[in-house]
């Protein structure tokens, strides 16, 4: 096996892979000249010039991903002005490019202005600087991975959308939000809206999509029952993909995530599109909003024009009636940590930026032999749950690229109930910083390792990648969650305490986890909930 299988089979040639050590930021790094023309050659679109958001207007919603993408469609549809500031780029879909990175190695398009990777082998890559649309920040003891898109996690995510039991979703929300009109309304409205259903029998059959049935296979083999996954994934475009009439991108695994030519039912087609096509909404990728304030009659938000190439195009000063805090949960948190310890917010109270998790993230691999080298679909097929070390686990079916030999790996995300929580804290210069305990993710680690070992063992697995368990999930999560908590930072809808027309609707609102499910699903459903609440619906 030669260093670029070997690298594959780590997961280290694609932006979603088992890694222990996300991106560094570059020291004073600069776009390449040579990048930059190959990239306006390929992805010409991202490359137009931006238009300037208006100095005022009634609404303004920070983050385009799953809260700030049904913000803004409500808030249009309510006769509401509204502009949504992204600090991505607007990628296109097309069957027959690829849209986010190269068909081998990755390059800049991959990731948000960084130019090195290290994996769990420890083997150090190297690509271009380039605002790309994953965002890979390094803070102390913990890697966190999250969107730079007009979409935001819609577009690099793998599409997994299933609902979280009762019973763990109580012990998250202690009341605060209550599960039975979740499940009554709001669930299945989101569930309707992004048109999701489970992988169909001819998909899951389909060559690419071996391991999905060998890890179905692994895990009853071991007791467990394998349970089908709701996904945001447009099956007619995997059946194009099957039949050659469109280029390979979610049966082979791409970057990123198989989405290049739109296989994911993204935002950009659902909320987005029908709060621009109210002509009260309008997104405006490359605006990266760097503090807001309030001055005693409306919102103050500071933002910057940025290139694709990192270049800083413009700064201004808008202004909003109504301000939507829809950044995220690293986002948010440190806007609003930044804004407190500013004073311009000065009425935030002492619970900004606390109660942050990972949602108990663990990557997980195991060997399988007889897959045939067809490449892995990128697709989550089913999960599985049970307990472990006292705590619920899930594990998805994930997948690494397909290689060139007979012998493949099956990779796991796990999902662990673990109330390991970290916090924001702001420190000179504005700058903010997550405090995350050392070895935070050991509990959820070593619980979501013991079921892997588990299912190695009784299905005769060839290998057990237990370093993968081990260094990489233990320092990385894809799923923060916290920092402007539900009933603590704002009351129980997302209103932020102290500030009138202030909300908070995206993955911060949410208390460290999810209750073992991937956030998506959660946070637009509590973001349609907030904005009824907020529009008096």
Not at 346 to 362: E, Y
Not at 446 to 467: T, W
Request: charged share 20%; aromatic share 8%.
């Amino acid at each position: 096996m030669d260093r670029r299988e070997f690298l594959t089979l780590m997961g280290v040639a694609t932006a979603v892979g088992a890694s222990g050590s996300a991106l560094l930021p570059a020291a004073r790094a600069q776009a390449d000249p040579g990048w930059t023309a190959a990239f306006k050659s390929w992805v010409p679109e991202i490359f137009r010039p931006l238009p300037d958001p208006p100095a005022h207007q009634s609404a303004l919603v920070i983050g385009s991903g799953f809260g700030g993408a049904v913000a803004a469609q409500r808030l249009a549809q309510a006769g509401i002005q509204t502009t949504v500031l992204e600090r991505g780029s607007q990628w296109p879909n097309d069957p027959f490019r690829e849209i986010f990175t190269g068909d081998d190695l990755p390059d800049g398009r991959g990731f948000w202005h960084r130019t090195s990777f290290t994996g769990v082998t420890q083997v150090p890559m190297s690509f271009s600087y380039f605002g790309g649309v994953l965002d890979c920040t390094s803070y102390p003891n913990i890697d966190v991975w999250r969107a730079a898109a007009v979409g935001g996690g819609s577009i690099i995510f793998t599409g997994a959308m299933p609902v979280p039991p009762r019973e763990l979703f109580d012990q998250v929300f202690r009341g605060t939000v209550d599960y039975g009109e979740m499940v009554s309304r709001y669930y299945p409205r989101v569930q309707r809206r992004l048109r999701l259903n489970a992988m169909p029998r001819d998909i899951y059959n389909s060559a690419p999509f071996a391991h999905s049935r060998e890890w179905d296979r692994q895990a009853r083999a071991a007791g467990y029952r394998p349970t089908p996954v709701d996904s945001i994934f447009k099956w007619s475009v995997l059946r194009d993909e099957l039949a050659g009439r469109s280029r390979r991108s979610a049966t082979a695994g791409r970057s990123n995530l198989g989405n290049s030519n739109g296989a994911k039912f993204d935002l950009n087609q659902n909320y987005l599109r029908v709060a621009r096509a109210t002509g009260r909404a309008r997104v405006y990728p490359g605006h990266e909003v760097r503090s807001i304030g309030h001055d005693g009659k409306r919102y103050v938000v500071s933002v910057q024009k940025i290139a694709p190439t990192g270049e800083v195009l413009r700064r201004r000063t808008l202004t909003a009636d109504r301000l939507v805090l829809a950044a995220g949960s690293v986002g948010t948190s440190e806007l609003l940590v930044r804004a407190k310890a500013s004073g311009s917010l000065r009425r935030l109270n002492g619970h900004v930026g606390r109660g942050w998790g990972t949602n108990g993230d663990v990557a997980l691999a195991r060997g399988a032999t007889g897959i045939p080298a067809t490449g892995q679909g990128a697709p989550c097929a089913s999960l599985i749950r049970t307990t472990a070390h006292g705590m619920p686990v899930v594990l998805e079916s994930w997948f690494v690229p397909g290689l060139p030999v007979e012998t493949a790996t099956l990779a796991s995300l796990g999902m662990v109930m673990d109330p390991t929580r970290g916090r924001f804290r702001a420190g000179p210069g504005g700058q903010v910083t997550l405090h995350w305990p050392r070895n935070g993710n050991d509990r959820a680690r070593e619980a979501a390792h013991s079921v892997n070992h588990l299912i190695a063992k009784r299905a005769e697995s060839n290998m057990e990648y237990d370093f993968i368990g081990r260094a990489a999930s233990a320092s990385f999560t894809a799923h923060p969650l916290g920092g402007a908590v539900l009933g603590a930072v704002t009351d129980g809808y997302g209103r932020v305490h102290g500030y009138d027309d202030l909300l908070v609707v995206d993955g911060a609102a949410v208390p460290g986890s999810t209750a073992t499910a991937n956030p998506a699903l959660t946070i637009a459903a509590l973001a349609e909930r907030a904005m009824d609440n907020y529009l008096g619906r």
